[in-house]
Every structure is written in structure tokens, then in C-alpha cells.
């Protein structure tokens, strides 16, 4: 152990991966397998940030805090999306999946929020690290990077405030 992660592999990964065009979609099966499919794209929507950045920055990044502040939130979000997905997960697994409804609808509206935050700062640092032709290019890396499968979340808010009002106050299950 190096108290290091290995950013630099995983982002040279994932550049590859976008330099060699559209690929097919893992698939992931199971229970909140579009749930887990959104995370991964959170996931690589934040190591292509962050390698755009070094890439421009290099030992130097360090320096641009925005930069660096901006990557952090990409992480933040992407850590708490992965934790709602795990512990939906969780339940899912002990209640089922028809008794788990109401945390299935709270974890894909985080989701669907936390997506649109990560996407408008995956678009703030790209504007700040590329210009140009290059600009265009890593600004059509993330739309591609972007992609998921939208969730119904105004059936989903309905479907919790039904339950809230039902119970009268917050609840989980």
C-alpha cells in the first residue's frame, strides 16, 4: 500500500476506451442493474475529467483550486450515488424487491439529480481545461460519457409523497 490510488491507470483505461468508439454496454443484471449502469457512468464521466485536467495541468494542477474543487464534487457525488445504490441494494436484498419500492424510488431520484450536477461540472472543467477544436472534441466525450437511461422521477416523487403523506412523517419502507 502506497496511500496512493491508481488515478493515472484507470484514467489511461477509460482513454482508451473513448478513443476506440462506441463499445457495447456491460451488461449489469440483477436488482438496480440501471442504477449500478448510471454509478459506472458517473465514474467515468469523473476519471475523464480528472484526465483532462492533468492532462493540461500536469504537476500543476495542484494549483488550480477551482479545477481541483470542481473534480472533488465529481468524486463526492459519485461516492454518495454508489453508497444510495449499495444500501438500496441492501434492502432489496433482505425486504425484496416489491417491498422495497419506496427506497428504489428515493435512490433513482438522487440518482437523476446527482447526474445532472455531475454533468454540469464535467462541463465547467471541460470548458476550463480545452479550447478550441479540443473543446469540441472532450465536450462530445462527455454528452457520449453523459448517456444513461432516464428515470421516471416525477412518478417516483409522487410515489414518495404518497407514502409520506400516508404515514405523516418521513419513512423508508
Partial sequence: MTGQLPLMPAIKKLMDEVLSGPSMA???EGPLADERKVVGTAKKLGLFVAGAATQKYMQAIQDQQEVMGAIADIVIETYAMESAVLRTQKIVGSKGE??????IAMTQVYLAQAMDKIEAVARKVTAAVAEGDMLRTQMAIVRRLSKYEPFNTIAARQTIAKRMIE?????LA
Fill in 98 to 103: 416489491a417491498a422495497s419500492v419506496l427506497p
Fill in 167 to 171: 404515514a405523516g412523517k418521513y419513512v
Fill in 26 to 28: 456491460e451488461d449489469v
